[in-house]
């Protein structure tokens, strides 16, 4: 069964649907998204390296796990969704940390068009990646985290995992410890 992407205007309201291979390209629709930041027990973040087969920004480092609400389907729903499909894992207490989030970013002639709320929760269960999508996987508490950004540079970190990091640190939401 092929995912179906939901388009949205620039309001975010839903305009139709794309089967998810038709998407993104070097013109890609504007569509509704999501990115969770998700930590264990000890406040560590769930980072992951995107598998160097996937059609977008492959092979770098970013957030536990982002993807794409299906129509009529919760972000909630959708990131439960993908964190059992890529990771193998549950999750709990996810919230908003940044509800209006929106960015456009292009890697090799591939653009992301999103309105990407970001939210960040728990997950539960011990990671096992589908090598498909996840290439590596590591645990850092967000200090560790935030300078592996800063050392490792723009082309090691997805783009939405860089202004999202700064962004949650703004909010007051990014875990101290």
Known sequence: ???????????????????????????????????????????????????????????????????????????????????????????????PAVPGYRYRAEFRGVVENEICPVYIGRFTGTPAPDPTEVGEWELLDWAQFRARQDAEGDDAWSPWCREQARLIEQAGLAPVG
């Open 1 to 95: 069964m092929t995912e179906l992407i939901v388009l949205v205007d620039d309001d975010g309201r839903a305009i139709g649907t794309m089967p998810k291979p038709l998407v993104h390209h070097g013109e890609t629709p504007l569509h509704r998204a999501f990115s969770a930041y998700l930590f264990d027990d000890a406040g560590r973040l769930l980072v992951t390296r995107r598998a160097e087969d996937k059609a977008t920004f492959p092979g770098m480092w970013t957030n536990t796990v982002c993807g794409h609400p299906g129509p009529d389907e919760t972000d909630g729903d959708a990131i439960a969704r993908r964190a059992r499909f890529e990771l193998g894992l549950g999750v709990e207490d996810v919230r």
